[in-house]
């Protein structure tokens, strides 16, 4: 099975700082990729569809990149509402889908 | 507005059985592949199982294949997960999700979760 790994596991960071977390597929999964935001009790977000295709609604502070194994999630200002927990998923493949462990994502 | 909102979960003995629901409304649910996705208590997120808008194609993770069967009602907005042979491990908040549509197996609207609690 493919495994997604995220890094960092959590980072702190500052208003108005670029946030960049990483994912990683073992296997080459082109670009099925989504992102998700989590906050604390709350019900996770779709952000991002397609490794880079923002969902409507998502701020555009928000951007993917990525094919194949390497993927990339961009916060480029860092905002109060953004602490979460981010979480990468792939979706090729069904039904061998997989989320990555999560990011925690905090403010300095 | 979509809605989406899920009951049924408790707590169960090991070995026990527990059916879930999911009552589904803003949306026309009968075009949409639907999903059921668990968080254990401080873990992240495990999807388990997809059925099709029609039914006909369902899938489920290996963690819960052979024990966990998922169902819909078109006619009545609802989507359903029987789960029988409880483990400890299936201890969890589940949540219901739509698939975006087209794009495969990534949850757009979630609900707000039911918790199933396996113990003894």
């Known amino acids: 099975d493919i495994q997604m790994t995220q890094s960092p596991s959590s980072l702190s960071a500052s208003v108005g700082d670029r946030v960049t977390i990483t994912c990683r597929a073992s296997q080459g999964i082109s670009n099925y990729l989504a992102w998700y935001q989590q906050k604390s009790g709350k019900v996770p977000k779709l952000l991002i569809y397609?490794?880079?295709t923002l969902q409507s609604g998502v701020p555009s502070r928000f951007s993917g990149s990525g094919s194949g194994t390497d993927f990339t999630l961009t916060i480029s200002s860092l905002q109060p509402e953004d602490v979460a927990t981010y979480y990468c998923q792939k979706y090729n493949g069904a039904p061998r889908l997989a989320f990555g462990p999560g990011t925690k994502v905090d403010i300095k | 507005e979509v809605q989406l909102v899920e009951s049924g979960g408790g707590l169960v003995q090991p070995g026990g059985s527990l059916r879930l629901s999911c009552a589904a409304s803003?949306?026309?649910?009968?075009?949409?592949?639907m999903n059921w996705v668990r968080q254990a208590p401080g873990k992240g997120l495990e999807w388990i199982s997809f059925i099709s808008n029609s039914g006909n194609d369902i899938f489920f993770a290996d963690s819960v294949k052979g024990r966990f069967t998922i169902s819909r009602d078109n006619a009545r907005n609802s989507l359903y997960l029987q789960m029988n042979s409880l483990r400890d491990e299936d201890t969890a908040v589940y949540y219901c999700a739509t698939s975006l549509q087209i794009v495969g197996i990534v949850m757009e609207y979630w609900g707000q979760g039911t918790l199933v609690t396996v113990s003894s």
């Open positions: 803003g949306f026309i649910f009968s075009s949409y592949s």
């Open positions: 397609a490794a880079s």
